[in-house]
């Protein structure tokens, strides 16, 4: 069981979790801008991410401009597993993951893809990120659409041969299974919960490494829902 799963049994435990004195916060690696640009049309599309902590990837693609919506859910199992605790076993084929509803002609999903990996999560751990550890919290793209799954192979592809990261890169490209959201309590929640020692700890160097890192694709306002 992942630190995480054990600070989210109930949102009473603010104030008493702490973090492990030899933790130390994930590392932002810059990506490469990919080489091989996507060229989806109209104003609005749907992208599919997991990363570890739902909470701390739904924060990073809140704060991009052209992002409309971005949910926490579970993808890769049924719907009669997707919940929570059911999840947290990491027998269900569920990963944490979100959903981003975004406007291509502001962002577009290679940008999105280069966000998710410079800040988001680290595609070189096999079925962990962090502190959390399980196959529930693995790392992969669920592209909806040829287009999608063009760009990032060829991303995926240009990552392992780019040698940013000193290991080879693992995450996965996995097919549409359907998404399911979360539960109510997990949706906006480094929003709703910004001293969760969790998120000061983990998730919110995310958001400042986005900050940083990509000044024109950043937006200060939190896009809930």
Known sequence: MGLKRALAGSLLLLA?????????????VLAPSAAVES?????????????GCFWGIEAVFSHLKGVRSAVS???????????????????????ESVRVIYD????????????????????TQLDRQGPDVGSQYRSALVPLGAEQNRV?????????????????????????????????????FAANNPDHPYIR?????????LKRM???LWKPAFTRG
């Open 16 to 28: 008493a979790c702490q973090q492990p004195a030899s933790a130390a916060p994930e590392r932002a």
């Open 39 to 51: 060229r989806e049309s109209g104003t609005r599309s749907t992208a599919i991410f997991s990363g």
């Open 73 to 95: 859910g579970y993808q890769g199992g049924s719907r009669a597993t997707a919940q929570y605790e059911t999840v947290g076993s990491g027998r269900t084929g569920h990963a």
């Open 104 to 123: 291509p002609s502001v962002i577009r999903y290679d940008q999105l893809l280069r966000v998710f990996f410079s800040v988001g999560a680290d595609p």
């Open 152 to 188: 990032a192979e060829a991303y995926l592809k240009q990552l392992g041969a780019a040698h940013v990261w000193p290991g080879a890169i693992v995450t996965r490209i996995e097919p549409d299974k359907g998404f399911f959201p979360a539960e109510d309590y997990h949706q906006d």
């Open 201 to 209: 700890f983990w998730d919110a160097p995310k958001v400042a490494a």
């Open 214 to 216: 990509f000044p024109g």
